[in-house]
């Protein structure tokens, strides 16, 4: 089946380190996506990729990391520079052509102990 | 700049009755305005999608939005709620490439 695996579901991590969030699509899209999502409030874009090898930030990509080396692949890495990182994160996908049609995955819940 | 307001960020319905959820936009182009829903600890989904063609834009699972641009309106409907529809449903509005607004949410509670 295809669709976008984001693993693992459940992230505890200390403070002051870093952690790095999964994000794999089997779609063959060429677009990926990572949002952040806090209780009572809409998705924020932190980073996005339109091919492989480039990235751009989003609205709140300031203590986070991303990398594209495979189409199939966008890790993202929460660094300890990340103030408030506990947040449940989502990673997307898109077709060539249609950015706003995004697919979503089920999500990573980091807590930050 | 774009933005989108739910303007309730909790709804209550009875099972069988029609369900309502308002969404505000705010854009300086001619937006794609979409609906998504969020079942607990899931992903987003999505529900349908409007694109300057009709105005009246039929989703999955029953749901339906109509787009009013004098309103600045995009109003997701459904006649008769179901207790599987009990979910976070997202308002967003997109007027440029990978960028993409999302409203705060607006939880959806089906009472039988």
């Known amino acids: 089946d295809g669709g976008i695996t984001q693993s693992p579901k459940y992230l505890f991590r200390k403070e002051g380190q870093n952690v790095t969030l999964s994000c794999e699509q089997n779609?063959?899209?060429?677009?990926m996506y990572w949002y952040r999502q806090d209780p009572g409030q809409g998705l924020r874009l932190i980073y996005y990729?339109?091919?492989?090898?480039?990235?751009q930030k989003g609205d709140i990509a300031e203590g986070y990391s991303v990398s594209r080396e495979k189409k199939e692949s966008f890790p993202l890495t929460v660094t300890s520079a990340q103030k408030n990182p506990t947040a449940f994160y989502l990673c997307?996908?898109?077709?060539?052509?249609?950015?706003?049609?995004?697919?979503f995955g089920p999500g990573t819940r980091l807590t930050v102990l | 700049a774009q933005s989108v307001t739910q303007l309730d960020s909790h709804v209550s319905v009875s099972e069988g009755t029609p369900v309502l959820l308002r969404c505000n936009y705010s854009?300086?182009?001619?937006?794609?305005l979409f609906w998504y829903v969020q079942h607990p600890n899931k992903g987003l989904q999505l529900l349908l999608k409007?694109?300057?063609?009709?105005?009246l834009v039929k989703g999955i699972n029953g749901f339906e939005a109509e787009f009013k641009k004098s309103e600045t309106s995009f109003h997701l409907t459904k006649p008769s709620a179901h207790m599987s529809d009990a979910a976070e449903y997202f308002c967003?509005?997109?007027?440029?490439?990978?960028?993409?607004?999302f409203g705060a949410g607006t939880r959806l509670t089906v009472k039988p």
């Open positions: 990729s339109q091919i492989v090898n480039d990235f």
């Open positions: 779609l063959n899209h060429d677009a």
């Open positions: 997307a996908s898109s077709r060539p052509g249609s950015p706003d049609t995004q697919y």
């Open positions: 854009s300086s182009y001619s937006p794609s």
């Open positions: 967003v509005v997109s007027d440029r490439p990978y960028d993409m607004r």
């Open positions: 409007y694109t300057s063609a009709a105005t």
